[in-house]
């Protein structure tokens, strides 16, 4: 908990928010002694910022600097107590439904949709002109009109802790609900409450100024809100008095501003994502200056990687995930590259077809492709070598697909951006292509969703083979899918292999399978390339002490660990979105 | 279509609910709020008249039941009472023509801005920490910061009352008659420039942030990666692969903001003396016309619920995974 507010304190983002905010609740706690009375009709009415009245005064001869200063109190009072309030309303009914589950939950998140459909102003406008004036009514008001939202977004916290170990542990030992909501579900919610707060904080100064400015407030009061109120009565547009709305509005956004400020770094620090990557390292050679040893290629080699090193940017400094390593594949061949995970492998993988993140860069060494240097390839020329020459198998090619389009439209844009021709012959590519992976041409019409995991995977591949590229690396294509499955595509990989002659650069941590599928074998330790030889020697007596452990920690072929799949592109753009949203223009209400 | 009937149900079910809201607050309320209504239009109407008014709106000795059946009675028929700022039209009539002034305006102006704010999102993420990620986008969000109505006030301030540029009130001018012309077409724009461009300015930070957001989640996913890899031109990776999946959660936010939206451009017209429904709500305030209030409040609603659910129905055209299901 320290920790983490220490770690807010260190973004700008919050000590900028923070500071500004601190400071408008300083001047609203002790302000309103140092100012003259603000209701008191102190000079001449609109009068223009003077030594006297340093903001000018209202259009009933007040002063605009004491309204603004004494306003921000019952304001900031106003909606910190509703933020607090919305909060706790929210965080009840969403973790008693989420928590609860079944009956309860629907009803509860019915009329938590039916709350969030209804729009907030004209209900806060009906509910508000029966209830007598006073700051009660305000808070009741928006609290009202308000707590939707809230209880949507813990009802999903909820939710998603419900089916977690720590929750199911204080299940079983028959604590009771009340107490499981409250030490076991609350205190793991801290950032999402205080992100919260601050959210209906900012919705609950926004509307308050906004019915105040309708005259729902109490006018004879002194509130931000108020004090528009009267600027729009007294015709401040039509004197020209523009020093009677303006300060109060600039407080007004500050104030707003110094919220989002520290929501967003609230945000941030949640999701890392959304904070700025850092830069990739600078490449430490010079391409045109290459080493002896980065000139010589095998002969007949289709691929030759050369000394090749690469950094990514961490908070810590730049770290060498890929450290000098140095192989070759021949045309047809299939070479498996086996190591931990984190051991560099897939880095090596994407290098290949200059994939890496933008905070990862290749620093050193050279990559040659049939004698082209695909590290000194021009944008243009990269974008035409990418999948024609070298393709590529993901992992996760069940989730890689684009959601949004067909099958066919997926064949479609990747034959049409090398020089394809007509969509009807990209189809047809299409159905000849998925008919070679064992699937049902038809399928072409159809959307990945409508596929099962296996059934994706070989859509990865017949995608891979559109171009006929001369080598497909193969990240880990099988590691998702179970022991059945993944045998089936493994034997019609070799199969088409055998009959189109690409090479394959196979990429798992599974060496047993590594060492039954490829010519020759490369193991990969902490981003070195420390044994390279051919499978069966591989098998019989590795030299490297690091193989032997790989190898003995496999304790039969085909060996295998499934991993649940991914989620595709549209379940994790809606899952960014989930805390931001309360930046939505609708943040404000 | 199942999925569409079961969100057309639910339209359905938070309609009903808003009209018994409508119901139960003025009789929930402490005081005598129904007396206090109904003696401001004392003096104005026969005693008659007043009777009749009671009860057409359910406010009479029968039990709740009974009451509740004779609101919803006259509600079906169109019938939401007699204002009493405008005495002695019907609040239908009165609610009607600004409805259609505020869809006008709001409308426009919202869809403009998510348009323009999806858009600026897009490019913010796709060239992360260029000046439009790093500058405009802090800039707009401060500029969201503000109030509505005061961007307004500013706006008019400025560019009506200092510059001359754009008329000050109203949503024509007084001198040009309404009709299907090119005058009063040119007219009427010319009138909406300055409300719809505070809307405009004060919501566009928000959808560009969002958007922003949800792309920059998208761009790190495998689905771009392969996009990339198969050597797709940049701007086809952009719009098809990133904008297009990060846009889907971003209509669905559209729809749930779009209440609040509107909350705030019924200020903004206020601003203007525009004719649409926050002017008339401000009028039922100001003369505590509880019977408009109450009509604004359904009418806004349902409209709200409408606008929902063609966002509902926009949401399953671009999702092929619910158009499947429904």
């Known amino acids: ?589 | 279509m199942r999925y569409v009937l079961r969100r057309l149900g639910f339209y359905l079910l938070a309609a009903w609910a808003s009209l018994t809201m409508n119901f139960v607050i003025p009789r929930l309320a402490p005081g005598d709020p129904a007396t206090a209504m109904f003696a401001r239009f004392e003096g104005r109407i026969s005693p008659e008249a007043l009777v009749a008014l009671k009860t057409a709106f359910g406010f009479t000795d029968a039990p709740w039941h009974v009451q509740y059946f004779t609101y919803l009675k006259h509600l079906v028929t169109g019938d939401m009472g007699l204002s009493y700022a405008y005495y002695p039209s019907p609040v239908t009539e009165v609610i009607g023509t600004g409805l259609l002034w505020t869809l006008g305006l709001a409308g426009c102006a919202v869809i403009i801005s998510f348009a323009v704010g999806t858009m600026l999102g897009v490019l913010a993420a796709w060239n992360r920490g260029g000046w439009l990620d790093s500058a405009l986008a802090p800039a707009l969000a401060f500029l969201g910061a503000f109030p509505y109505f005061w961007l307004a006030m500013l706006a008019l301030y400025l560019f009506g009352f200092g510059l001359g540029w754009f008329p000050l009130r109203h949503a024509y001018s007084h001198d040009v008659e309404p009709g299907a012309t090119l005058t009063f077409i040119a007219d009427v724009g010319r009138h909406a420039v300055l409300p719809a461009t505070s809307i405009v300015v004060a919501t566009l930070g928000g959808w560009m942030l969002s958007m922003r957001n949800t792309m920059v989640a998208v761009l790190g996913t495998d689905t771009l990666r392969l996009a990339h890899a198969k050597g797709l031109p940049p701007r086809q990776v952009m719009l098809r692969y990133a904008a297009r999946n990060a846009l889907l959660p971003n209509v669905t936010g559209f729809g749930m903001a779009l209440g609040f939206v509107l909350s705030g451009s019924l200020l903004t017209e206020i601003v203007f003396s525009y004719p649409g429904t926050g002017y008339l709500l401000i009028l039922a305030v100001r003369n505590q016309d509880y019977p408009l209030m109450q009509g604004l409040f359904l009418v806004i609603t349902l409209a709200v619920l409408a606008a929902n659910f063609a966002v509902d129905l926009l949401c399953l055209w671009l999702d092929p995974r619910t158009r499947a299901h429904a």
């Not at chain 1, 590290?375 to 198998?393: C, G, K, Q, Y």
């Open chain 1, 1 to 589: 908990m320290r920790e983490t507010l220490r770690r807010l304190l260190r973004q700008r983002k919050a000590a900028v928010g923070g500071t500004l905010l601190l400071g408008f609740l300083l001047v609203a706690l002790v302000g309103p002694w140092f100012v003259m009375d603000p209701t008191e009709l102190m000079g001449q009415p609109h009068q223009p910022p003077s030594s006297a009245h340093w903001f000018g005064t209202t259009g009933q001869g007040q002063d605009v600097l004491a309204q603004t200063v004494v306003g921000a109190r019952e304001t900031l009072a106003i909606g910190f107590a509703v933020g607090a309030l919305v909060t706790l309303v929210g965080a009840l009914v969403g973790i008693t439904a989420g928590y609860l589950g079944r009956r309860v939950d629907d009803a509860l998140t019915l009329t938590t949709n039916i709350f969030l459909v209804i729009p907030g102003l004209p209900l806060a406008i009906v509910l508000g002109a029966y209830l007598p004036s006073g700051p009660f009514r305000m808070v009741v008001v928006l609290t009202f009109a308000g707590w939707a939202w809230n209880a949507r977004v813990f009802r999903a916290e909820a939710l998603a802790l419900r089916g977690r170990d720590f929750v199911a542990a204080a299940v079983v030992a028959g604590e009771s609900h009340a107490r499981i909501i409250t030490r076991e579900l609350l205190p793991n919610m801290a950032s999402l409450v205080a992100s919260s707060f601050i959210g209906n904080t900012l919705y609950a100064v926004g509307a308050q100024v906004g019915l105040e400015f309708l005259g729902l407030g109490d006018v004879g009061a002194v509130t931000w809100g108020t004090n528009l109120y009267w600027a729009g009565n007294d015709a401040a547009l039509l004197t020209r008095s523009w020093w009677i709305f303006v300060p109060t509005g600039i407080c007004i956004a500050l104030v707003g501003f110094s919220l989002t400020l520290l929501s967003s770094a609230i945000d941030e620090l949640t999701n890392p994502s959304l904070r700025a990557p850092p830069k990739a390292p600078k490449a430490a050679v010079v391409h045109a200056v290459a080493t002896p040893a980065q000139e010589a290629t095998a002969p007949g080699a289709l691929l030759s990687v050369r000394e090749l090193s690469i950094e990514y940017m961490t908070q810590a400094g730049p770290s060498r995930v890929v450290d000098q390593v140095s192989l070759d594949i021949a045309p047809g061949e299939v070479f498996g590259l086996a190591g931990e995970s984190g051991s560099g492998k897939s880095t090596l993988g994407y290098a290949l077809l200059r994939l890496l993140p933008s905070s990862a860069a290749i620093t050193q060494g050279r990559i040659l492709f049939e004698g082209t240097d695909v590290t000194a390839l021009s944008p243009e020329a990269l974008r035409a070598f990418r999948w024609s020459r070298v393709s590529m198998v993901f992992q996760s090619a069940m989730s890689a697909l684009n959601p949004v389009l067909t099958l066919g439209e997926q064949f479609h844009d990747t034959l049409a951006a090398h020089g394809g021709g007509s969509r009807a012959s990209s189809y047809a590519r299409g159905r000849e292509l998925l008919a070679m992976v064992g699937l049902k041409p038809e399928l072409v019409d159809a959307w990945p969703h409508q596929l099962s995991g296996g059934m994706r995977q070989r859509v990865g591949i017949a995608l891979a083979l559109a171009l006929e590229p001369r080598l497909v690396v193969m990240d880990e294509p099988t590691t998702a899918l179970d022991v059945v499955v993944q045998k089936e595509l493994l034997q019609r990989v070799l199969e088409l292999k055998s009959r189109l002659g690409f090479a394959v650069l196979f990429i798992t941590h599974d060496l047993p399978l590594l060492l039954a599928l490829s010519d020759r074998v490369g193991i990969l330790q902490a981003g070195k390339l420390v044994e390279v030889d051919t499978a069966q020697r591989l098998r019989t007596d590795a030299r490297h002490p690091y193989t032997r452990l790989l190898l003995s920690s496999f304790p039969h072929l085909g060996a295998t660990d499934t991993q649940a799949p991914t989620p595709d592109v549209l379940e994790q753009a809606a899952s960014a979105l989930k805390a931001p949203l309360a930046a939505l223009p609708g943040g404000r209400r």
